[in-house]
């Protein structure tokens, strides 16, 4: 690897003459270096480098005492993040802060095989079906490297162009409604995942502590330790947000000038704006949306925290316990009147950033009354928890296709394909009140009885001598997961 590809992966000016000049000078008098970054198209590189941080500049929480920490530790912090990308280096500038907080060369990062390669496990493992291509996971594999390559030098040469977007509509939880998924190509769908490994930890570095969806080491059990502890502290005045149409309505010129604050390399920015306006196929002509980006987009998870985190930051400066999950977010507070203050800087906020909070789902409430809020599955009210409505319809709904009288399979089979459903839904919701699981358990008793009176030729739902004929404990022999029996353990665990 040549001098020059060595300090363009690591993100780093350097000299071709082979000394040691000090950084300013390096940057500055290298006409070499500079005719680089400027066909990277990064504006504003003759500003300086991306070497330190700016004097006076504290760094986030987390890394402010970490100036001289051991390489491995620093890896170890970031040990999510691709290696094929983020070599020990890149990790160190990333911790310490580039100068200007600015990232240049970066397009050669996504466009680097290794990473693409990466990127394609990624896509492979979450599956997915075809784009409009109709090119599947196990086609595109087929012929792997072939097509890695090709999309490496079409990055390297700008003459990547992504394709549309196949629109399919997915039903609301628990609603008639449908909203809109985007499904990508899967070659578009390997460079978003290349673009996202690359882009990520830099913003990751500064994201505000009270986000957790889509992020690294975080998900929907952490944010709900948070909502529960902070009610626990007595913040029961609560302004319960809901973004209308988030995804839908963000601007695309304010979301690039976010990315800008961080990244410089134009061609990374074309990228982007590119994926933002690629073309949607919901009709037979199809359409270039003006705003949003679309649900189903590997990069529109990171894409929405980047626009909401200065609405994070802003009310972490303010003092008010937001915690925020993608577009669903609750602020907790102590009193009424805080929660009023709270939500007024919030509408504030979203109307200079172009963004409608929802009319009648935005509301303030008291946690401590019946009412109660509903965040991530979850209903809050009166010192308590449990599933909300929705959740509790999804739930009987996926029995419902597993527990049908004419489906013909053996009560074996049936139980083994309820207990998958029942196991994975008590994860979640175990820390809710007992009544729910007991209530659900004799549900599901009550479907598969039902299964077997159909086979012994008698209509209507398990009922009556049902009871008698299928005790509890002969569901329990043939291993049915009882809800309430997990509870149980669950609570002796927590007391010992």
């Known amino acids: 690897m040549s ?6 992966r690591e993100n780093r000016p350097c000299s071709l003459s082979g000394g040691r000049r000090p950084a300013r000078e390096r940057a500055s008098s290298d006409p070499t270096a500079k005719k680089w970054r400027n066909r990277q198209g990064a504006k504003g590189a003759q500003e300086g480098g991306d070497v330190t941080e700016e004097p006076g500049q504290a760094p986030p929480d987390g890394v402010r005492e970490q100036r001289a920490t051991p390489a491995g530790e620093i890896q170890a912090r970031w040990a999510w993040v691709e290696a094929e990308v983020w070599t020990e280096r890149m990790l160190t500038a990333l911790e310490q802060g580039v100068k200007g907080s600015k990232w240049y060369s970066l397009m050669d990062k996504v466009s680097a095989l290794p990473t693409l390669r990466k990127a394609f496990a990624g896509v492979k493992s979450n599956q997915g079906a075809a784009g409009v291509d109709h090119v599947t996971v196990a086609e595109f594999e087929y012929h792997l490297e072939a097509n890695l390559e090709k999309l490496a030098r079409e990055l390297r040469e700008g003459s990547y162009r ?23 190509t899967v ?3 390997v460079v978003q995942t290349a673009l996202r490994a690359v882009l990520e930890p830099i913003f990751e570095r500064d994201f505000a502590a009270q986000s957790y969806g889509f992020r690294p080491n975080r998900g929907c059990k952490d944010a709900l330790r948070r909502v529960d502890a902070l009610l626990r ?4 005045g609560v302004v319960d947000a809901d973004l209308k149409s988030y995804f839908d309505t963000i601007p695309h010129s304010a979301l690039i000038n976010r990315v800008k604050e961080k990244v410089a390399d134009g061609r990374v920015l074309e990228l982007l704006a ?7 196929m919901g009709t037979a002509e199809g359409w270039v949306p003006e705003e949003g980006t679309p649900q189903g987009a590997v990069i529109s998870p990171l894409l929405s925290n980047i626009y909401l985190d200065p609405l994070d930051q802003q009310m972490a400066k303010r003092g008010y316990e937001m915690i925020r999950y993608a577009d669903d977010f609750v602020i907790l507070c102590r009193s009424g009147a805080e929660a009023h203050a709270a939500l007024a800087e919030v509408q504030a906020w979203t109307t200079l950033a172009g963004l409608t909070l929802h009319p009648t789902k935005t509301r303030i409430v008291d946690a401590r009354l019946p009412g109660g809020f509903d965040f991530l599955g979850y209903h809050f009210a009166a010192g ?34 309820v207990n998958r459903t029942m196991r994975g839904w008590f994860e979640y919701f175990q820390h809710s009140r007992r009544f729910i699981f007991e209530v659900l358990d004799s549900w599901v008793r009550m479907r ?14 398990g009922r009556g001598t049902d009871h008698h004929r299928w005790p509890n404990a002969f569901f329990a022999e043939q291993g049915l997961f009882s809800l309430v029996a997990a509870h149980s353990l669950v609570c002796q665990s927590s007391r010992r």
Do not use: M
């Open 187 to 189: 070659r578009d769908r």
């Open 274 to 280: 590119a994926f933002l306006t690629q073309k949607v």
């Open 384 to 417: 308590t928890r449990w599933p909300r409505a929705k959740s509790l319809g999804k739930f009987k709904d996926t029995i419902r296709g597993k527990t049908r009288r004419t489906h013909g399979q053996g009560l074996s089979v049936t139980i083994t394909e």
């Open 3 to 8: 001098l020059r590809e060595s300090c363009i």
């Open 162 to 184: 992504p394709q549309a977007i196949r629109r399919h509509w997915i039903r609301k939880l628990g609603s008639q409604q449908k909203r809109p998924l985007g499904i990508p």
């Open 233 to 236: 502290a007595g913040y029961n």
């Open 448 to 461: 598969l009885r039902s299964i077997l009176r159909y086979r012994e030729g008698r209509r209507g739902r």
